[in-house]
Structure formats: C-alpha cells, structure tokens
C-alpha cells in the first residue's frame, strides 16, 4: 500500500529554476526519505530527515518535515538538466513488533529542460 | 563494499515459466526488502525479513510469489508460474535498521 503521496505527479521547468515537490503521508513515521530515479535506473537516496527535525540540506537540496500536517517537501535549487528525473519519498515507520518498513509514494516526474 | 546485488539484470520467460530472482544484500545489514515497480502501481512493497526472518508478506500478490532468505547474505523471489502481468522491475533493498536503505540495480522481468 502506498503512504506517501506526491505533488505534483509532473512537474517541467526551465534549468535555473527552482523545483519545488510536496509529499503527504498518514502514519506517524521514524523518518522520511527522497529517493531519485532517472528512468530505466535504480533509486538512489538522497535525503534523510528524522521525525524530530523539521529542515535538512544537501547540496541543491532542501528538505522540510512538518509532522502535524503529515507533509514533507523536497526543493531543488539552481535546477541542471541532469536534475530530470523521477523523484519518490518515502516513509520508514516502526512496526508494532519493532521491525521497521519503508513505503513509497508514487513519485513526481522533474523536467527540467535546457 | 559492493552494495546491494541483484541477479539477473533482465529475465525474459514465458507464460507459466518458473523465475527466480537473487538478492545479496549489504553484509551486516540487517533488513532486507523486497519491491515491485510498474507504471500502473509504482513501487510496492512485497515482503521484508528481519535477521533473515520473513516480517511482512502482506505485499506479496497471491501464492504463485514466494521469498526465502536461508542466511544473511542472500535472499530469492520465486514466482511459480509466471504471468504476463508480473512484467516489472523488482529491486531489492537492504538496511542497517533506522534509515539507511541500499537498493539494487533490479532485475527488469518480462513475461511473455
């Protein structure tokens, strides 16, 4: 089942330009995570942020963590062409017996053209 | 350290064929994943172990898919007998516990 929900699923922008992608989740979570996917490739992680931190960066990247909205957003800066990609967050909650899942929303497709 | 391996890279079989997929995960790794990606559905969680013990299989689509991890270091999907409609890319993945996940190459399955 999917937790996280991505917005928007499609997103197409100018190189330069910022790029902004939200994520929604239901479930109280350990932490969040944004994978990058370039297409017909694996995911690759790029950021982590746990539940009790509200901004993390990495680079171009800049990620928020709202845990009363359930909502977590990823920006890129200074987009690159190579920037075009499928990007997918993902929730890692803890398990009633401990163990722990990652669960993945359906991505937001990045355009970014030159 | 090599990451997370994955075999084979592409499978294509026929209608009612037998598939196996491998996973050799991270070694110390604790968790090891299981996921499924098509257009339709995105990446779905199938199974995961847990020290080499199977936690979830709620994801896993009907019986015709099974998963065994005989020890830390491997892990296999079976899919008996394979349908058109398994066509996706399987990845596995592999995690120390709290964050941290490693995801293989997959392996891109066509069913025919």
């Known amino acids: 089942s999917q937790q996280g929900e991505e917005d928007p699923q499609a997103l197409s922008i100018q190189e330069g330009e910022n790029a902004t992608m939200n994520c929604s989740y239901k479930?109280?979570?350990?932490?969040l995570q944004w994978y990058r996917q370039n297409s017909g490739r694996g995911l690759v992680h790029l950021i982590l942020?746990?539940?009790?931190?509200r901004e993390k960066h990495s680079g171009r990247l800049r990620v928020t963590l709202d845990t009363s909205k359930k909502s977590s957003s990823l920006l890129i800066t200074a987009s690159r062409a190579a920037d075009t990609a499928s990007y997918f967050c993902?929730?890692?909650?803890?398990?009633?017996?401990?163990?722990?899942?990652?669960?993945f929303g359906k991505g937001t497709k990045l355009t970014v053209n030159p | 350290d090599a990451g997370v391996i994955q075999s084979p890279r592409h499978e294509v079989t026929e209608m009612g064929q037998e598939v196996t997929l491998r996973c050799k995960p991270i070694?110390?790794?604790?968790?090891l994943f299981w996921y499924r990606q098509t257009m339709m559905r995105g990446l779905e969680l199938l199974i995961y172990?847990?020290?080499?013990?199977?936690?979830?299989d709620s994801g896993m689509p009907e019986d015709r898919f099974s998963a065994k991890m005989p020890n830390a270091s491997f892990s296999t999907l079976k899919i008996q007998p394979s349908e058109p409609r398994d066509s996706a890319v399987y990845f596995c993945?592999?995690?120390?516990?709290?964050?941290?996940?490693?995801f293989g190459s997959g392996t891109r399955l066509t069913v025919v």
């Open positions: 993945a592999s995690s120390p516990g709290a964050g941290g996940y490693t």
């Open positions: 479930t109280s979570i350990n932490n």
């Open positions: 942020i746990r539940s009790n931190e």
């Open positions: 993902a929730t890692d909650a803890r398990e009633d017996d401990g163990s722990e899942k990652l669960v």
């Open positions: 070694s110390g790794h604790d968790y």
């Open positions: 172990f847990n020290n080499n013990v199977p936690i979830d």
